[in-house]
T-cell receptor, first 113, second 111 residues
Framework: QKEVEQNSGPLSVPEGAIASLNCTYSDRGSQSFFWYRQYSGKSPELIMSIYSNGDKEDGRFTAQLNKASQYVSLLIRDSQPSDSATYLCAVKEFTGTASKLTFGTGTRLQVTL | DAGITQSPRYKITETGRQVTLMCHQTWSHSYMFWYRQDLGHGLRLIYYSAAADITDKGEVSDGYVVSRSKTENFPLTLESATRSQTSVYFC??????????FGAGTRLSVL
């Protein structure tokens, strides 16, 4: 069973600060990585996808991938109270006939005023 | 409405009863998935389907059955509900960019 590891948190950051969320994965062959945000009582929604080593920026969000270290991270700049949620890291894996996502257990982020 | 819808949103049942959770998507995505989400375990895959009439087990499939006779529907059945199946269930579909879209979820309580 492929594993995706995240610190469960809560990670507490003050408003306006940078939040850094980390994820490690066990399958060295993984090629596709995703960050989902889940508000309490709601369903997960995609924030970012990343497929190549390096950084990918989208607004206040930056995803970082290091395949050699099997590490993917999400940076949130200028954190806002509305960013308070659980962030799920997901890694795509192939099962031979199909592909599916393996999710980490998520990191709960709290942005304080 | 376009998108992916789940029904019911909330369900209370008793142990031993059969329960079916419904999932419908309007995008004609080939892939569909069922997950359960529990505290401390995150999202765990129950079953997935690559196309109509093609289904496969995920990591926690015991006690569950699925069918996919039409592309747009992917119902999940608990054959004989147990208390350990109390959970939040999410259905998802995936587009050609490998992005998964989730339904609003079904909160199931087995008493």
């Amino acid at each position: 069973q492929k594993e995706v590891e995240q610190n469960s948190g809560p990670l507490s950051v003050p408003e306006g600060a940078i939040a850094s969320l980390n994820c490690t994965y066990s399958d060295r062959g993984s090629q596709s990585f995703f960050w989902y945000r889940q508000y309490s009582g709601k369903s997960p929604e995609l924030i970012m996808s990343i497929y190549s080593n390096g950084d990918k920026e989208d607004g206040r969000f930056t995803a970082q991938l290091n395949k050699a270290s099997q590490y993917v991270s999400l940076l949130i700049r200028d954190s806002q109270p509305s960013d308070s949620a659980t962030y799920l890291c997901a890694v795509k894996e192939f099962t031979g006939t199909a592909s599916k996502l393996t999710f980490g257990t998520g990191t709960r982020l709290q942005v304080t005023l | 409405d376009a998108g992916i819808t789940q029904s019911p949103r909330y369900k209370i049942t008793e142990t031993g009863r059969q329960v079916t959770l419904m999932c419908h998507q309007t995008w004609s995505h080939s892939y569909m998935f069922w997950y359960r989400q529990d505290l401390g375990h995150g999202l765990r895959l129950i079953y997935y389907s690559a196309a109509a009439d093609i289904t496969d087990k995920g990591e926690v499939s015991d006690g569950y059955v699925v069918s996919r006779s039409k592309t747009e529907n992917f119902p999940l059945t608990l054959e004989s509900a147990t208390r350990s199946q109390t959970s939040v269930y999410f259905c998802a579909s995936r587009d050609q960019e490998n992005i998964q879209y989730f339904g609003a979820g079904t909160r199931l309580s087995v008493l």
